[in-house]
């Protein structure tokens, strides 16, 4: 049977032209409600134009002029409450496929709050777990042992793992890939490489490592505001997108908007429009990898199931 993620024949229209294949997935956005609760993170001067709310009604439509069929909500706060909301929406609204959550990794109850959450409305839809390590003092702590003992029950649980860390991290993210083999380690915006400030050896180098281990992943997002946020171009993300293409592979690679964080420096539109420019040079089918496949296998989105084809197997199990 044909792979309707990998299948070109399938591919939708879209502003940019016809690019990959159907559905066509973003595997990386937001949604917040500051006076739901805190989120300390905003009150950064600069992120004054986010402090509102953001929700799935007003994504939809930009969404579906990109030919997005669906999304994977992402976590962004260290709050227990939060993620039984996110499971909530995606219980609620078709167009949220995934939920990427948030608990305690030191707690050594990991296990029982996970598999309090799949008993949750939209439980079904939990795929993966993430931590503000970006936050973290201390460089080495995804090697910390009551993190590790956490990861393995992520791993235990079938689920991915988010990472979303600085370029000085990624050496502690490569250490917990290699001690935990059986876990999918997913990395948000390319680990953040310092496109504004130049030099990006010491990032592409780092990335080459944690791209070696056969259980991690790569998401091609969040760059627009890595770079020069009112000047950015398509070429100062260019050195970026080729450097994770030759690491990870289209097949280890998945597009996510980063919306709505994006619009600090780009629209959603154009956020996808510059990821269409960065894989045009791809077939069809590996643009279909990078605009959904990959992130179907990676999080088992829509009754994909799991899958086996790196150490730690792609794809929610279990579920």
């Given amino acids: 049977m044909t792979d ?13 032209g016809a690019l990959a294949a159907a559905p066509r997935i973003d595997a990386h956005h937001h949604l917040w409600d500051p006076a739901a609760r805190a989120h300390d993170w905003l009150d950064e001067p600069e992120l004054a134009p986010l402090r509102r709310p953001f929700t799935v009604d007003e994504l939809r439509p930009q969404a579906a002029a990109a030919g997005i069929a669906g999304t994977v909500l992402v976590q962004t706060v260290t709050v227990a409450d939060e993620t039984p909301e996110l499971l909530a929406v995606a219980a609620a609204d078709p167009l949220v496929r995934g939920v990427v959550g948030w608990t305690d990794l030191t707690s050594p109850g990991v296990a ?23 936050s973290e003092p201390d460089p080495q702590w995804l090697l910390r042992p009551d993190v590790l003992r956490g990861l393995a029950a992520v ?19 490569t250490g917990a890939a290699a001690r935990l083999p059986q876990l999918t380690f997913v990395l948000d915006h390319l680990g953040k490489p310092p496109i504004a400030v130049g030099g990006l050896a010491a990032w592409a180098g780092s990335l080459r490592a944690f791209a070696a281990r056969p ?7 969040g760059l627009v505001t890595e770079a020069d946020r009112r000047g950015w171009t398509t ?20 597009f996510g908007s980063d919306w709505p964080v994006c619009l600090l420096a780009a629209d959603y ?7 269409e420019e960065l894989t045009a040079g791809l077939s069809g089918p590996e643009r279909g990898a990078v605009f959904g496949g990959t992130a179907a296998r990676v999080y088992g989105l829509a009754g994909d199931g799991p899958a086996g084809d790196g150490p730690a197997g792609d794809g929610p199990a279990g579920r």
Avoid: I, W
């Avoid at 309707?4 to 940019?16: F, L, Q």
């Avoid at 988010?162 to 370029?167: A, E, I, K």
């Avoid at 259980?215 to 997002?221: A, C, E, H, M, P």
């Avoid at 070429?235 to 998945?254: K, Q, V, Y």
């Fill in 215 to 221: 259980n991690t992943r790569g998401k091609l997002s």
């Fill in 155 to 173: 791993a235990d649980a079938g689920l991915a793992y988010d990472l979303v860390v600085r370029p000085h991290q990624l050496a502690a993210a």
């Fill in 235 to 254: 070429a100062d993300l260019r050195p970026c997108a080729e450097a994770a293409l030759e690491c990870f592979g289209p097949e280890r690679l998945m």
């Fill in 269 to 275: 539109a154009e956020v996808v429009s510059a990821a």
């Fill in 112 to 134: 029982d709050a996970l598999a309090e959450l799949r008993e949750l409305p939209g439980g079904e839809r939990l795929v993966g777990v993430r931590h503000q390590v970006q």
């Fill in 4 to 16: 309707p993620t990998t299948d070109p024949t399938t591919e939708p229209p879209s502003a940019g």
